[in-house]
């Protein structure tokens, strides 16, 4: 199947600061990459639809000047998370679809983000 | 609008019994339907879906589920469980509003399997 990796898997940050991950799609061109928060022992909450050459879609309530996403090429968005606070830190996954899978979305493995 | 619910955050069974992790779905249009694994601190991984063709479809990790129209249900099967089938199990829609291609998840069931 198509492999989308995510980096880093792991990010402990001081509070105040910015961090960056990487969502890639290996094998595949992904116009339209999904951005999920995981809480623990929750579902997978959708924060936001990443277009490529355009503006990021956000679900309600996901503060977009706090998550910056950029879909810089076909086959890489990035999900920032700036001036991070403790209740930011969460599990964070992306995911993506070359379009023909019948809907079926490839996942990275997650990038864990802790906020000091 | 789709959703899905899952009955039962956590299932534990004993190694080599029946897995069952239910879900119920809602959906306005033919849905099409998703079981996906998540072990601690990972992605998550498709067992199976169900795309309108065959009612029972088989996955991985000999997981199968059957898609039940008239009950609104794809549950998940397995008739032997193995120890390293432990894990989050997440049933999903294919979501056909908002955002489209998105799935939309239940809250996941965790399946312990004991010695």
């Known amino acids: 199947g198509a492999v989308v990796s995510q980096h880093p898997s792991r990010v402990i940050c001081k509070s105040g600061t910015s961090v960056k991950i990487e969502c890639r799609s290996l094998?595949?061109?992904?116009?339209?990459m999904f951005w999920y928060r995981q809480f623990p022992k929750k579902s997978l909450m959708l924060m936001a639809t990443?277009?490529?050459?355009?503006?990021?879609?956000?679900e309600q309530g996901v503060e977009k000047d706090k998550f910056l996403i950029n879909h810089a090429s076909l086959t890489l968005s990035t999900l920032t998370v700036t001036s991070a606070h403790p209740e930011d830190s969460s599990f964070y996954i992306c995911?993506?679809?070359?379009?023909?899978?019948?809907?079926?979305?490839?996942f990275g493995e997650g990038s864990r983000l802790t906020v000091l | 609008a789709q959703s899905v619910t899952q009955l039962g955050s956590h299932v534990s069974v004993s190694e080599g019994a029946l897995v069952l992790l239910r879900c119920n779905y809602s959906?306005?249009?033919?849905?099409?339907l998703f079981w996906y694994v998540q072990y601690p601190n990972q992605g998550l991984q498709l067992l199976l879906k169900?795309?309108?063709?065959?009612?029972l479809v088989k996955g991985i990790n000999g997981f199968e589920a059957e898609f039940k129209k008239s009950e609104t249900s794809f549950h998940l099967t397995k008739p032997s469980a193995h120890m390293s089938d432990a894990a989050e199990y997440f049933c999903a829609v294919l979501n056909y509003g908002g955002s489209q291609g998105n799935l939309i998840f239940g809250k996941g069931t965790k399946l312990s399997v004991k010695p």
């Open positions: 169900y795309t309108s063709a065959a009612t």
């Open positions: 959906s306005s249009v033919p849905p099409y």
């Open positions: 995911s993506a679809t070359p379009g023909t899978s019948g809907g079926e979305l490839f």
């Open positions: 094998d595949f061109q992904a116009t339209t």
């Open positions: 990443s277009n490529e050459g355009s503006k990021a879609t956000y």
